[in-house]
């Protein structure tokens, strides 16, 4: 089956079903006309015509926006538009480093098109010269992929905390990663995608980071998500990866990146070049 279709499934998205969202007269996200039609009901918050979605709140502060935006959401949430909410925060930019215009809670993202990150560790152990991946299962009572294999590792990144702390923090909750051998995760870059979805759009870019673990080390669940850890031979992990649709689809990406910058994946591999400039395509 092959390793293009999890790049080309993840990056498949029309932009002409959506309305620009805009702050302060800057586009950061995209709706879908569908979600826009309840943003109307708060008239004196949005602005909705055919053309855009606009939030209009002369001089308030991002603050005041995000108080605002965070009330909406509740009441969306209690009408069942919103199937839940996280209790993490977003920044909402418009470019990268910009300043902060909006904080919107993790859940609501996609249905702004904003765009958003998380963090994906490959853990993996070397034994006799070959290699082995730590998998995860998520635990079927989770709203989002129950079932599906993850990896060790994974999680969105919200305000107000760092890379390196929010690493260590998911690390821990995940996996029970102690800091001492978090610190020795080695950061190989990004890998970005653009999502459509039925209720909005996930334009994504995903920190990567290596992590060799000891051949002793057992991972361990600490907040629920993850029902059960396998240590698969990479050889195992290229061919669940190749032939089926087990594993929950942005962590595919992650995973091909990682078995081309370690050579499991070489310029023989007739997908090669495209799988190399697809796991980092422009964002809208």
Not at 184 to 210: I, K, N, S
Not at 242 to 268: A, Q, T, W, Y
Request: hydrophobic fraction near 40%; charge should be negative.
């Amino acid at each position: 089956m092959g390793f293009l279709r999890h790049v080309q499934r993840c990056n498949h998205y029309d932009l002409s079903g959506f309305l620009p969202f805009r702050v302060n007269g800057c586009r950061v996200g995209f709706i879908r006309p569908s979600f826009a039609s309840y943003l109307e009901e708060w008239s004196e918050l949005f602005s909705v015509t055919d053309k855009a979605v606009s939030l209009v709140m002369k001089g308030a502060d991002s603050a005041q926006r995000s108080a605002a935006v965070a009330s909406v959401l509740e009441r969306l949430w209690e009408r069942g538009v919103i199937p839940h909410l996280q209790g993490e925060r977003y920044g909402v930019t418009a470019r990268s480093g910009g300043d902060v215009l909006l904080w919107l809670d993790r859940a609501a993202a996609s249905r702004f098109g904003i765009r958003a990150f998380g963090q994906h560790l490959n853990g993996y152990v070397v034994k006799d010269d070959r290699w082995y991946m730590w998998i995860g299962r998520r635990a079927a009572d989770r709203m989002i992929y129950p079932g599906k294999l993850d990896h060790l590792v994974a999680g969105g990144v919200p305000y107000g905390i760092s890379l390196e702390e929010n690493l260590r923090k998911e690390c821990w909750e995940e996996a029970a990663i102690p800091p001492e051998l978090v610190a020795t995760a080695v950061p190989v870059g990004t890998v970005t995608y653009v999502t459509e979805l039925e209720h909005g759009l996930r334009p994504d870019t995903l920190y990567c980071y290596d992590l060799q673990l000891p051949p002793d080390f057992q991972p361990r669940c600490t907040d629920g998500e993850v029902e059960c850890f396998y240590l698969w031979p990479v050889e195992k992990v290229m061919a669940v990866v190749r032939e089926s649709e087990d594993f929950k689809p942005n962590c595919n990406l992650v995973i091909i990146d990682f078995l081309i910058r370690h050579g499991f994946i070489g310029p023989d591999n007739e997908e090669y070049l495209e799988l190399v400039t697809g796991l980092h395509p422009a964002l809208p």
